[in-house]
C-alpha cells in the first residue's frame, strides 16, 4: 500500500516553460487536493477534486490547471512557469468525510528560474 | 467561512521542557480540528484530531491537544520535549469538507 505517491521530487524549470507534476493514490479516496507551501506561508490550495471528473479551484489558482480522468490519479499541470511559481507542491487525498484526515504525499520540490 | 491563526512562527524550547504551540479557528459551523507534523523534507503527518465527544485529544509522540470552545481554541501540548520533537506543526480546521490550514509553527528544541 503506497498510499500517495508524487512525482517528480525535484524540478527546475526555465521561466516560460511547462511540466506536469503526477500525482496518484492507491487508497480509492474521492477527494485530492493540490497545495503549495512557502516558507511562513503556511498550506495554500491550488485545486481541488471531489470524484473523477469533478475539479473546483481553490484558493490560488491561477497559473496552474488540473483533470482528474480517473479516481487514482490527479495531475497538476503548470502553464508558462513563472519564478512565483517557485515552491514545494504536496498532493493529498482523503475519503469524503470532513472529521477524516488527509493523506500526503512526499512532495515535489521545484524551482523556475 | 473558516480560518486558523497559530501564534508564532517559531517555539523554541529546551529538551525535557514543556511544549506549548497555540491554535485558535474560527468556523461557521461544529469545526473538525487537527494537528500534523512535517519532519524536514517529508509530507505531512496527522499527530490527532477532535471531532466529537472528549475535549482532550491525545495523539501520537505523547502530545495531547484540548479543544476549548468557548475561547475557539485547539493548543497542541507534550509535557517533556525530546530532540526529534523538532518539526513544522501545522493546525487545521475543517468546517467545510475542504480543510483551512494555519502558517504552521517551527518547534526548536535545544539540548
Known amino acids: 500500500n503506497a498510499g500517495v505517491t508524487q512525482t517528480p521530487k525535484f524540478r527546475i524549470l526555465k521561466i516560460g516553460q511547462s511540466m506536469t507534476l503526477q500525482c496518484t493514490q492507491d487508497m480509492n479516496h474521492n477527494y485530492m487536493y493540490w497545495y503549495r507551501q512557502d516558507p511562513g506561508m503556511g498550506l495554500k490550495l491550488i485545486y481541488y477534486s471531489v470524484g473523477a471528473g469533478i475539479t473546483d479551484k481553490g484558493e490560488v489558482p491561477n497559473g496552474y490547471n488540473v483533470s482528474r480522468s480517473t479516481t487514482e490519479d490527479f495531475p497538476l499541470r503548470l502553464e508558462l512557469a513563472a519564478p512565483s511559481q517557485t515552491s514545494v507542491y504536496f498532493c493529498a487525498s482523503s475519503s469524503p468525510h470532513r472529521n477524516e484526515k488527509l493523506f500526503f504525499g512526499s512532495g515535489t520540490q521545484l524551482s523556475v528560474l | 467561512a473558516q480560518s486558523v491563526t497559530q501564534l508564532g512562527s517559531h517555539v523554541s524550547v529546551s529538551e525535557g521542557a514543556l511544549v506549548l504551540l497555540r491554535c485558535n479557528y474560527s468556523?461557521?459551523?461544529?469545526?473538525?480540528l487537527f494537528w500534523y507534523v512535517q519532519y524536514p523534507n517529508q509530507g505531512l503527518q496527522l499527530l490527532l484530531k477532535?471531532?466529537?465527544?472528549?475535549?482532550l485529544v491525545k495523539g501520537i509522540n505523547g502530545f495531547e491537544a484540548e479543544f476549548k470552545k468557548s475561547e475557539t481554541s485547539f493548543h497542541l501540548t507534550k509535557p517533556s520535549a525530546h530532540m526529534s520533537d523538532a518539526a513544522e506543526y501545522f493546525c487545521a480546521v475543517s468546517g467545510s469538507y475542504i480543510p483551512t490550514f494555519g502558517r504552521g509553527t517551527s518547534l526548536i528544541v535545544h539540548p
Open positions: 477532535y471531532t466529537t465527544g472528549a475535549t
Open positions: 468556523s461557521s459551523v461544529p469545526p473538525y
